[in-house]
């Protein structure tokens, strides 16, 4: 899971695009925390800086932007899925042939050997890193160069497109520009990932339009674009500088199935995702909820209880509804530490878990002698579940019911959120009152998975097209074909077995197979037990590493 933007500003003489970008991803830096990018455009010329870290670190406060000029850009930002990454495989990548090509992806592709076979056999084109993004971007490059064309029109970037979906399985939201030309974005057929468009007038151009893509709406909104509309499932939009939107349907829809974790856990509240309002959809998973609850423990077992508590921040909104159903004391008696990391986007257990009690504590006069309700917006590994309930212990709680906002995770998350391989998940297998047992929980309640759909398709504002959820974390049943040994390779990915260490370039031309490619477009391929972890710069297209100085020519 990542964070996509793009903006063609109307005035084709602003020099500014790379602060609006930087300023978006400001509103985006939840989705990920792992690298920042930016790429923009001037002149026919590509200027880009990325790295690791957040977009404050990346960008130095700002201070970087000056070295990125231009009225047109991408911004990225990255969320690893598994083990550790390099600044290599900072986001947007960058081909120069044909055109120049700059692309930001959101999402994993599941066929990652086909098309590694494919790229090296009979493309002939060069990967550089370990990222399923590259090839994505590979693959479209391929379908513009071989039309043969000195310079591509509009109806040549749909066309190229065509191969990218006939390709490219799994899910994915992307941003693309095309050097001196404009920008483009365009979604998967199941509509997996989410990405929206928006405008607003030049406030330097008078007559002139600026449009504003990225992943969730807040981030429109915040710098000032409206007539903010989705990109649908298999859809494009490509809009060449100083003129319209051109919208196309690529594909035929396959689905309307938005990744359901995008209102339980990743998606602000403040955005609206297809049509459907990420704040309300969490309301109204409090109310079903305590409905489940009352099932549950019963009427006496619901007057027994004597507060609700939210494990912050995600949770918070169901919480309230849920306490307000129950008729009990909504209480924030976990204070969160908002200079720590979410631990769940930490790479590995141990760090997960040791991070716990540096994010979170307990005020230890709401828990003494109480029966409480600890709302989380999900139960995963039960490393974060475990360590709270053992906090509520310590503080005095009486009885501790864990209330999960959504279903039992109980399968792998395959389109580019990390959770796990099944043996690493804590509902896998597991009956609930063994999932109770293993964080120390006098009970453990989870959402209804129908309940959790009803409760985002009733959030919809107005009319939404939306017409399932993808949710094969909760039941196994993805919304997409799974190529038979992906899951193995999931594993070894995550666990650095040998099929991890090939490299897709370590076969020599000829050779009969190519190396494995990490899960999710933002990482790279596991370093050896002890090694010291890759983190080359990318020095190419006028980048800068770590000094400030301008490498244009």
Not at 411 to 436: C, F, N, R, S, W
């Amino acid at each position: 899971m990542c964070g996509v933007a793009a903006l063609l500003l109307g005035d084709t003489k602003a020099t500014t695009a790379a602060v609006e970008l930087h300023e978006s991803l400001y509103f985006l830096q939840h989705r990920g925390q792992d690298a920042a990018g930016i790429t923009s455009c001037s002149n026919g010329r590509v200027y880009q800086c990325k790295g690791n870290g957040t977009a404050s670190k990346v960008f130095t406060e700002g201070l970087r932007l000056q070295y990125l000029p231009g009225y047109m850009g991408l911004g990225h930002l990255r969320y690893p899925t598994a083990g550790t990454s390099s600044a290599s495989e900072a986001q947007p990548f960058y081909v120069n042939s044909p055109y120049g090509i700059s692309m930001s992806v959101n999402g994993n592709l599941v066929n990652t050997q086909d098309l590694c076979n494919f790229l090296d056999g009979e493309a002939r084109r060069h990967v550089n890193s370990d990222s399923d993004s590259e090839l994505l971007l590979n693959i479209f490059a391929h379908g513009l160069q071989k039309l043969g064309k000195r310079r591509a029109n509009s109806e040549d970037i749909f066309t190229a497109l065509g191969d990218v979906y006939s390709m490219c399985q799994g899910a994915f939201a992307c941003t693309a520009m095309i050097a001196g030309f404009g920008i483009l974005g365009f979604r998967d057929a199941n509509g997996i990932r989410p990405l929206c468009l928006g405008s607003r007038p030049s406030t330097t151009l008078p007559g002139a339009t600026d449009y504003f893509m990225a992943s969730e709406s807040v981030a429109l909104k915040q710098l000032g674009f409206r007539d903010i509309i989705d990109v649908l499932p298999g859809q494009a939009v490509f809009i060449e500088k100083g003129q319209a939107p051109i919208m196309r349907q690529i594909v035929e829809r396959r689905s309307y199935t938005p990744d359901c974790f995008e209102m339980v856990y990743f998606a602000r509240p403040d955005s609206c995702i297809d049509g459907i309002s990420v704040y309300r959809s969490r309301q109204n998973m409090g109310v079903k909820l305590a409905k489940k609850i009352r099932e549950v423990l019963g009427e006496d077992g619901v007057k027994d209880i004597d507060a609700v508590i939210p494990v912050p921040e995600t949770s918070n909104i169901a919480a309230v509804s849920l306490a307000n159903e129950l008729g009990k004391p909504y209480v924030t008696a976990l204070i969160k530490n908002r200079y720590v990391h979410r631990t769940f986007l930490l790479p590995n257990q141990a760090l997960r878990q040791k991070s716990v009690r540096r994010k979170l504590s307990p005020i230890e006069s709401e828990f003494r002698g109480r029966n409480l309700i600890i709302v989380d917006d999900s139960l995963v590994r039960g490393t974060t579940s475990r360590e709270i309930v053992q906090m509520a212990r310590e503080a005095g709680a009486t009885r501790v019911i864990f209330v999960s906002c959504s279903p039992e995770c109980t399968h792998p998350h395959i389109y580019g959120i990390d959770l796990a391989d099944p043996a690493d998940l804590i509902a896998h297998g597991k009956t609930t009152q063994e999932v109770a047992k293993y964080i120390h929980a006098d009970e453990v309640i989870f959402q209804g998975l129908e309940d959790l759909k009803d409760a985002c398709r009733e959030a919809a504002e107005g009319t939404s097209q939306v017409e399932d959820f993808e949710v094969g974390v909760f039941c196994g049943k993805y919304v997409t074909d799974v190529p038979e040994g992906y899951f193995a390779h999931l594993s070894e990915l995550r666990h650095g077995k040998p099929a991890q260490k090939a490299g897709m370039n370590d076969v020599p031309a000829g050779g009969d197979e190519v190396g494995v490619v990490s899960s999710s477009g933002p990482l790279n391929s596991l370093p050896d037990a002890g090694e010291t972890p890759d983190r080359r710069e990318d020095v190419s297209l006028y980048n800068f590493g770590g000094e400030f100085a301008s490498h244009e020519k």
